[in-house]
């Protein structure tokens, strides 16, 4: 099977979308860490409740998934434009009429590209374990206790 110059060319619109996508969830990302930022400093300058440190315990919890993260789309932007990267010398090979060296080079860049795709998959299982902490902790608050349990039970009555 023979590649043309159309082949590489192809992925160039895909690659800048899933480029721009990356970009986008990284600054999401920066967002957030500088709310929780924000939060974990106010948590520790009145941390006189149970509460409130529960509260921080979790933001640690969120700012280590949110490293974790970070790192994730740092690999998947990299693996990104290396896959890009090799799509423009496959193309230069493939104008130079080095068939043999264009095709190993545009493996490699389909390799890269999809080594980026799972790398993306792992960030998004990191991503929505976040949201399932913030909502178990939701869940915890809207829990009643006995009491309001009680007066719960004494008012549908």
Same mark, same amino acid.
């Given at each position: 099977?023979? *590649?043309?110059? $159309?082949?590489?060319?192809?992925?160039?619109?895909?690659?800048?979308?899933?480029?721009?996508?990356?970009?986008?969830?990284?600054?999401?990302?920066? +967002?957030?860490?500088? @709310?929780?930022? &924000?939060?974990?400093?106010?948590?520790?300058? @009145? +941390? &006189?409740?149970? !509460?409130?440190?529960?509260?921080? @315990?979790?933001?640690?919890?969120?700012? !280590?998934?949110?490293?974790?993260? *970070? $790192?994730?789309?740092?690999?998947?932007?990299?693996?990104?434009?290396?896959?890009?990267?090799?799509?423009?010398?496959?193309?230069?090979?493939?104008?130079?009429?080095?068939?043999?060296? #264009? /095709?190993? *080079?545009?493996?490699?860049?389909?390799? %890269?590209?999809? #080594?980026?795709?799972?790398? %993306?998959?792992?960030?998004?299982?990191?991503?929505?374990? #976040? *949201?399932?902490?913030?909502? %178990? &902790?939701? /869940?915890?608050?809207?829990?009643? +206790?006995?009491?309001? &349990?009680?007066?719960?039970? +004494?008012?549908? !009555?």
């Amino acid at each position: 099977m023979e *590649i043309s110059l $159309n082949t590489p060319a192809l992925l160039f619109p895909a690659i800048s979308l899933l480029l721009l996508a990356y970009t986008n969830r990284f600054l999401a990302l920066a +967002n957030l860490v500088r @709310k929780l930022h &924000d939060e974990y400093i106010e948590t520790h300058v @009145k +941390n &006189d409740e149970f !509460k409130e440190a529960h509260k921080s @315990k979790i933001i640690l919890w969120q700012i !280590k998934n949110l490293r974790r993260r *970070i $790192n994730l789309i740092r690999y998947m932007q990299g693996l990104g434009v290396f896959s890009f990267l090799g799509c423009v010398a496959c193309m230069y090979s493939l104008y130079r009429g080095s068939a043999a060296v #264009a /095709e190993f *080079i545009f493996a490699i860049s389909l390799l %890269s590209l999809l #080594a980026s795709l799972f790398i %993306s998959l792992a960030e998004i299982i990191q991503s929505t374990r #976040a *949201i399932e902490l913030e909502l %178990s &902790d939701i /869940e915890e608050l809207e829990k009643g +206790n006995i009491f309001t &349990d009680i007066l719960a039970g +004494n008012k549908g !009555k």
